[in-house]
Structure formats: structure tokens, C-alpha cells
């Protein structure tokens, strides 16, 4: 645009020179031409400076894109939980660090592997639709969003884990995210306060067993110090010559009264 500007300015200063007689020489100049020219510098000008407009906008456009991704990424890979993208065939196509760590494989490799090889029972079929595994969407129809399943580290041990599942659309392929947290720790503390309650619960019923123990050696112990001394007394009765039979029953009778007395207290307690 700046050469055709140039050639116009410097063809009408040679014009201008001619017609003022300053010089003598052919005039060569086409003032339809020119115009042409210029109409022609002017378009091509409004499409370099719209390009390099456009051009400006789609670096910006693409640095803030790649800040965005950037951003996205540090929040999957520092997230607390795994995170798994998998496609309609449930592979694994994006899988975070601490999906690495819960299942023991290297991060990368986590991606190509089946999520039920992993979590077996994560997704499921839709019943009586025809749906095949290749073709069916993991959404409302998968188990484990909320519930507690178990997952496979690579070394075989069985790891207790909550998934939930969520649909993700990007363009026209449908994708599902995967967070899956591993409770492990927290059933363990659960049964560890299950058993200290338990524990609580025995020691508590011992307590009580002890106080009833010594409410009843209270309770029976008059009844059995009478049922001692009337016994003892009947002995040294029939001791006498004559023996005193009259005491002696007397005694029984006490000792009669003293065991049902002790019958009450026991069928109280």
C-alpha cells in the first residue's frame, strides 16, 4: 500500500512539474488510472490493516485460551480427589496424579485402561435397550455416584472408594468425569470409633453388673445373717439333754423367714 502511495505521489509531482513548465518532458500519466490505482491501495490497505487486526486478536485470543487451559490443568492435577475423563466406551482418556497415587499406576498409563478394570461395576449398561458397551454414554445410568465401591490398586489390594460420575459435552463428543475418593482411612476410623463404642457399651454393662452385684450382697445379707444365727442357735438347742425342741422350732420357723425373705430380694433384683 505505502509503494502504490508513493508511485501516485511521486506520478502527480512529475504531472504538477509538467504543467507549471518547470520541466519539459511526455506526459505519461492516466488520471483514470491513478484513480484506480488509489481506489485499489485503499481497499487492499483496509484488508492488510484488517488482517493484522485479526491477527492481533487471535494471539490474544490464543494466549488467554492456553492461560485458560493452563489454569484447568493446575486445578485437575492439584485437585484432593482423582479425576478421570473417560469417553462412551468408559476408557480412560485424562486421568490426574492422584489417580496415579490411588491405583498405583503411573499417571500415563492410566489412559487407554477401562474404568471397570479399575473400579469394577463403576458403569453399567441401560437395561433392555439394545445399548452396547462402545456406544453407551455413561450418565444417570451408572452406579456408584454416592455410594461406596471397591477399586483395584495395581499390586492387587482391594481399595474402598466413593465415585461419582458427571456427563461432559465438548463439541460433538460427549465425555464423563469421574471423581473418586478414596475412604479408606475414614472406614478405618469409623470401625476404630465403632470399637471404642463397643468397648464403651461392655464396660458400661461391667459398671452396672458391679453396682447390682453389690446391691444384691447388701439386700441378702440380712435375710442370710438371720438364716446363720437361727441355723446356729437350732444346733446348740438340740445340744442340750433334754434337747430344747420348742427353740429349735422357733429357729426353723426364723430361718424359713429369712429364706423367703432372701427369694424376694433375688426375684426383685
Known sequence: CGSVLVFVFAQNTWLLLLVLKIIQAPIIVNTAFVCVIGVLSYELGGDVLRAASLSRELATSKSSLLDSEMRFRLVVENAPRAILMLDVSGYIRLANARAGHLFGYPQADLCGLQINTLVPGLIQEAPST??????????????????????RHVSGRIVSVEA?????????????????????????????????????????????????AGSLAHELNQPLTVILSNAQAAQSFLEHVPPDLDEVDECLDLVVKGSRLANEVILRM
Not at 469421574?178 to 463397643?198: A, G, N
Open 130 to 151: 439394545g445399548i452396547t458397551p462402545q456406544s453407551a454414554v455413561p450418565d444417570n445410568r451408572v452406579s456408584g455416584a454416592g455410594h461406596r465401591l471397591e477399586a
Open 164 to 212: 461419582a460420575i458427571s456427563p461432559l459435552h465438548i463439541a460433538s463428543d460427549i465425555f464423563s468425569i469421574v471423581t473418586i475418593t478414596d475412604i479408606s482411612e475414614r472406614q478405618r476410623m469409623e470401625q476404630q470409633i465403632s470399637d471404642q463404642r463397643d468397648e464403651i457399651a461392655h464396660l458400661s454393662r461391667i459398671s452396672l453388673l458391679g453396682e447390682l
